[in-house]
């Protein structure tokens, strides 16, 4: 008389090799027989990358992650509220365990604030300093800086990403961790740009060039426009770059800007090389953009202006002379707050030469226009459809000729509509994130919404 089978009892490389032709979701539900399948499971093999997301909210999912994954996974990406104690705290232990990793090549972190509090310190005190105590730094240093640290000084397997979420409070350690790294060579992705807690003063985290010399692998860098120098760009042109993002916030009156020569010899290595240059809360770097930052031979393929206060029309005319062969998206955001600098567009883009109209005609490659905060010309925004056509995959707007009634603005819509392909419409003013409106928020609402909206540029 023959026995029933045990499915329990299977040998483990029986259940792996059968876990290995099951999707994810089929491999979870088939762990669920017993402990001895659910114990098969935990390999580096089925888990590659786990996200945690700190709340007092998940504490359960946490938890598990930091009893089960946290020591087979290769990649890790970790959400927290900066402004919030507990979550500071929870996320310094999750780094505490992930520098003791010996699988981890990948690792992000993602604060949702400019802002970070500390032990001791509270929102409303860190919202009005203007630098971080000595406190307050070493608490940083001694609870996230130097977990980062351990993990770049690991040589088998050696780190491969290093994502730091646009935090300046690590981003200023970046030169550090160049330093400490033991393995510069297999590093792929370094992403140093940030969003500063007050644009205006801020420390200069300074890296020298030489630093990234032996990255002879990376192919994504982030950094703040205040180190970047002839010199950089220099040694930047000899890595293989596909993506360099640069962060304008305030310039330093002793910067000495990049020179036209310089971008000329970068871009003649690096003919494939994306340039995205981003102004954040840049209240005075606005005015000299034209000036003073772009210059000719950039391979400038996305521009963003975020909440910068005022719209530069010469710059928009600048773009459209010097990259039509490869400006491929323009974001121009503020909120609808800024009346007198809403009239001032309207009467400017209804000249002859409407520099959106000139983009859309010269720059054949772009796919993307995005503008809030301002009142735009509804003649020329059929203008700018007609021109691109189809290839625009992106033109958002929320703030049309308040002069034209709304009854007689369907023609326009429609017209837009036709030549884009697909049905358009300005967004509707109510339903726009409150950053963007009329009334006044908090800074850290709109700092989330600057970090949430730069971060989906960075190439994985």
């Not at 040589?155 to 330093?179: I, K, M, Q, W, Y």
Request: aromatic share 8%.
């Amino acid at each position: 008389m023959s026995s029933k089978p045990n499915w329990g009892q299977l040998p483990t490389l029986v259940l792996t090799n059968v876990f290995q032709h099951l999707n994810h979701r089929d491999r979870l539900n088939a762990s669920r027989v017993c402990w001895h399948w659910r114990s098969v499971l935990f390999q580096p093999r089925f888990f590659k990358r786990i996200q945690f997301d700190v709340a007092r909210e998940h504490n359960k999912k946490v938890s598990f992650y930091l009893q089960k994954l946290v020591h087979i996974v290769s990649e890790v990406k970790i959400t927290f509220d900066s402004s919030n104690l507990y979550d500071v705290e929870l996320t310094a232990e999750i780094l505490f365990k992930l520098s003791k990793s010996s699988r981890l090549l990948s690792l992000t972190i993602y604060p949702k604030n400019a802002t970070w509090v500390t032990p001791g310190i509270s929102m409303r005190r860190q919202l009005r300093a203007t630098a971080y105590s000595e406190e307050e730094w070493n608490y940083i240093l001694k609870l996230f800086v130097q977990p980062v640290k351990a993990l770049l000084t690991r040589t088998n397997p050696p780190l491969r990403v290093l994502d730091l979420g646009c935090s300046e409070s690590l981003a200023v350690h970046a030169s550090e961790f160049l330093t400490c790294t033991a393995k510069p060579q297999h590093l792929e992705r370094l992403c140093f740009a940030t969003v500063k807690q007050d644009p205006g003063h801020y420390p200069l985290g300074l890296i020298e060039p030489s630093l990234f010399e032996k990255c002879t692998m990376l192919r994504v860098l982030t950094l703040d426009y205040d180190v970047m120098c002839d010199d950089m760009l220099q040694t930047l042109q000899l890595l293989p770059l596909r993506q360099l993002i640069v962060h304008v916030h305030g310039i330093d009156e002793d910067h000495c800007g990049l020179s036209e020569e310089a971008w000329a010899s970068f871009r003649s290595k690096n003919p494939s090389t994306e340039l995205h240059l981003t102004l954040v809360c840049a209240y005075e770097a606005v005015d000299i953009l034209h000036t003073h930052i772009l210059r000719p031979s950039m391979p400038l393929t996305h521009l963003k202006v975020l909440f910068c206060e005022r719209i530069n029309c010469d710059a928009l005319e600048y773009l459209s002379r010097h990259y039509k062969d490869t400006l491929r998206s323009m974001v121009w955001i503020d909120s609808m707050r800024i009346e007198e600098y809403r009239n001032i567009m309207e009467l400017v883009l209804r000249t002859e030469q409407d520099p959106l109209v000139m983009m859309a005609w010269r720059c054949k490659k772009l796919q993307e226009i995005i503008i809030h905060g301002y009142v735009l010309d509804s003649h020329n925004l059929v203008g700018v459809s007609r021109l691109r056509g189809r290839e625009l995959k992106c033109l958002e707007v929320s703030r049309i000729d308040l002069s034209i009634p709304s009854v007689m603005m369907a023609p326009f819509i429609e017209e837009i509509s036709a030549q884009l392909g697909k049905r358009w419409s300005p967004l509707d003013a109510k339903t726009l994130p409150a950053v963007l409106g009329f009334y006044p928020v908090a800074e850290e609402l709109r700092d989330r919404y600057i970090l949430n909206y730069i971060r989906k540029d960075i190439m994985q």
